[in-house]
C-alpha cells in the first residue's frame, strides 16, 4: 500500500487522461488497449460477431426488413389487441407453471382448490390462444411479420449467430461472478487497511480503540447513501449518537474514484445539513419525509445497534480554499492507470471498439468522431481532478490509499 503527495503526484505522471488526447495520441492509446481487451473473452467474442455480421449483407438487410415489418405491426388496426393477448399469454403461462408446481408440493387437503384455479387459468389459456389465431389471420401486417421473423431466425441459426450470441452470454455471466467474489476480496483487504492504518492515524497508536467500531454498508434509511465503511466511536450511554471518525469510501477501480468522491459530497452536505448542496426531493423517503436528515436514524451490525444524528458528522467540514470536504473522507484503492473517464465509461469504449460494424480504425475521420465520443463520456470532476484536490490541501494526499495489484 502506498500513500501521500507523491505516489498521487506519481499517478498524474503516468496517467493517459483521454479528455486532454489529440486523434494522434488516441491511436497510440488505442494500440496499447487493444492487446489487454483482446485477453478478455468476452470482447474477442463480441469482436467474433462483428466479424460474422460484416461478412454477411443479407443478415443486415433482413434485419432492416423485420424492423419495417415490425413498425408496421405495431400500426396495424389489430396491433395493440394481438400484444395484449401476448402480454396477457405470458402471465397466464407463469400462472399455470406456478400452480402446477404448487400442486405438486401441497397438501392433499389443498389439492382441489388449486386444481380449479390451474384449470381455469388453462381454460383462459385456450381462449387467448383462439383470439390470439384469429387476430393474426385478419391481419396482413401480423402475418408479413411472422414470416420475416422466421426467415430471420433462420438465417442467424444457420450463420451461428445464435450459438455465438448464447456462448457470449454465458461468458459474461462467468465474468459477473468472478467480478462480484473480487469485489467481496477487496473490501475485505480494505477492512483491515482501515483498522491496521486509519484507525492508527485518527487515534494514535497508543490511542482507547475499545470504543471504535468499523460499519459498513451504511444507509440509514435514506435515498442515495451507501457508505462502505464508516469509522465511528460508539457513546459512553448506548443510546446516544455515535460519533463518526471517518467516511471510507472503497473502489476496487482507480478510475472510479471520482464518482465516489462526487456522490459522498453531496452525501456530507446531507449528513450536516448544508442544503444548499443537495436536492431534499432526492432524499425523501418513508423515514426521512422532509429530505433532510432532520432526524435520529440506527444502523444495525453484528447484534448491535448504532445511533446517527446529524450531530454525529460535527466533524466534517469544508476546506477554506477549495470549498470541498477532504479531512477525514478516505479512499482505498488499487494500482491503476488513470485515463480520465469512469471505468464504466472504459468498458462502454470497449465494447463500442468490439462491436460497431462501421468502426474503422485506420480511418482519421472515424477515430476522430470515436474520440470525440470517448470525451462525451467524462464528467466534468474526474478522478485526475480528484487526486490533484487532495494533493492541493497539506497532508490530505495521504487519505488516499493505493494498495498494489
Known sequence: MVRGTRELRRLLR?????????????????????????LDPAFVQRAGIRELRRAHPELLALEDTFRRSTAADEASSHGARLREVEEELLRTGKAIAGLGAALERSALEKQPDLKA???????????????????????????????????????????????????????????????????????????????????????????????????????LGAARTELDQLLIRRPRHPEQPVEVLALVEVKRNLNDLAHGFRRRQENLAWFTGDARHYDPPEYRTRYFRSGHFDREAVHEQDGERFVFSRDSFRRFRREPGPGVFLRRLYFITREGTLDGVSASALSRIRHRVATDEGLQLQSEAALRELLRWCQSLAEPLEAPDMLRLYCSVPGRARQVLVVAR
Open 117 to 219: 384455479k390451474l384449470a381455469a387459468f388453462q381454460t383462459r389459456q385456450q381462449e387467448l390462444r383462439r383470439e390470439q389465431e384469429a387476430l393474426t389471420q385478419a391481419s396482413p401486417a401480423r402475418r408479413e411479420w411472422l414470416r420475416v421473423r422466421g426467415e430471420l431466425e433462420r438465417l442467424r441459426s444457420r450463420l451461428g449467430l445464435e450459438r455465438a450470441e448464447a456462448d457470449l452470454s454465458e461468458l459474461l455471466l462467468r465474468q459477473g461472478r468472478r467480478s462480484g467474489n473480487m469485489g467481496g476480496s477487496f473490501e475485505q483487504q480494505a477492512l483491515a487497511l482501515t483498522w491496521n492504518t486509519l484507525v492508527p492515524d485518527l487515534v494514535g497508536k497508543a490511542g482507547d480503540t475499545a470504543r471504535l467500531r468499523v460499519l459498513t454498508g451504511v444507509g
Open 14 to 38: 503516468e496517467a493517459v487522461d483521454l479528455r486532454t488526447l489529440d486523434v494522434e495520441g488516441f491511436r497510440h492509446w488505442l494500440a496499447q488497449q487493444l492487446p489487454y481487451w483482446e
